[in-house]
């Protein structure tokens, strides 16, 4: 499959769609000064060749209730057992994220809880999964960089 090409124009589509994935179309062609309908044909061919996927919301958790971050790292009896176990951690609501990895852990997740209680309720629940042999946990103190915008705006220089 050959590399879709990114122009400007696709490149401020982008941008203004990464700070609000609800921005009306309309919106996006009043800015940049072009048609909703080319705003609409070039979403839907970023769509076609995988560049978007879906949309998402950002939601604010510590008004939600669940303010407490932690990760955890899963040691595995063996290797072998990986999609096993991640099928039992995708059951866990409260796993928001989770990494097959090298190095010290087999798997790496982020959790989200209302607090420690809580989050030792999530994490015994992963140490209780058959084929882990036990966890290790970092608590967050702060989220203190979370910006996709500036990865994207690397990405499209260095196209």
Not at 72 to 91: A, C, M, P, W, Y
Not at 100 to 115: E, S, V
Not at 122 to 141: A, H, K, N
């Amino acid at each position: 499959m050959a590399k879709f090409k990114l122009d400007e124009v696709d490149h401020q589509i982008l941008d203004m769609l990464i700070d609000n994935t609800r921005i009306p179309f309309t919106d996006i062609a009043k800015k940049l000064l072009i048609s909703a309908g080319t705003v609409h044909v070039r979403v839907k061919k970023m769509e076609e060749a995988g560049i978007i996927r879906g949309s998402s919301l950002t939601l604010d958790y510590k008004k939600l209730g669940y303010s407490f971050i932690a990760y955890v790292g899963v040691f595995l009896q063996n290797t072998s057992q990986t999609k096993f176990v991640l099928e039992r951690i995708d059951s866990i609501p409260y796993v928001t994220v989770a990494h097959i990895t090298t190095g010290k852990f087999n798997i790496f997740c982020k959790i989200r809880a209302k607090d420690t209680m809580h989050a030792k309720e999530i994490i015994f629940s992963i140490d209780d999964i058959d084929g882990v042999y036990r966890t290790e946990t970092m608590i967050s103190l702060e989220e203190s960089i979370n910006d996709k915008k500036r990865l994207m705006h690397t990405i499209f220089n260095e196209l």
